[in-house]
């Protein structure tokens, strides 16, 4: 990838405004039991409450794997390149 777009990339993430989601309730991670592992759960419950439109991972065995990205979640969930190729493009 070329330096422009990585410096367009940091750009971007610097002029952003991050929320803060509390923590949530296992009744929130629960609807996404069968669909992502246990552990990363919350991570899907807080992004989605947080109403964001992606989720950024490096996970590919447990959140950026076919079968989670066909599950209809309400987030799509991208791996960094991925999501830097959408932004940019």
């Given at each position: 990838?070329?330096?422009?777009?990585?410096?367009?990339?940091?750009?971007?993430?610097a002029?952003?405004?991050?929320?803060?989601?509390?923590?949530?309730a296992?009744?929130?991670?629960i609807?996404?039991?069968?669909?992502?592992?246990e552990?990363?759960?919350?991570v899907?419950?807080a992004?989605v409450?947080?109403?964001?439109?992606?989720?950024?991972t490096?996970?590919?065995?447990?959140?950026?794997?076919?079968?989670?990205?066909g599950?209809?979640?309400?987030?799509?969930?991208?791996l960094?390149?991925?999501f830097?190729n959408?932004?940019?493009?």
């Amino acid at each position: 990838m070329p330096i422009e777009a990585l410096v367009r990339f940091y750009r971007l993430l610097a002029t952003g405004a991050p929320g803060i989601v509390s923590p949530v309730a296992p009744e929130e991670e629960i609807q996404y039991s069968g669909i992502i592992a246990e552990k990363d759960a919350h991570v899907v419950a807080a992004a989605v409450r947080g109403g964001a439109a992606y989720l950024v991972t490096l996970d590919r065995k447990h959140l950026a794997n076919a079968e989670v990205r066909g599950a209809g979640l309400p987030i799509q969930i991208l791996l960094p390149g991925e999501f830097i190729n959408l932004i940019l493009h």
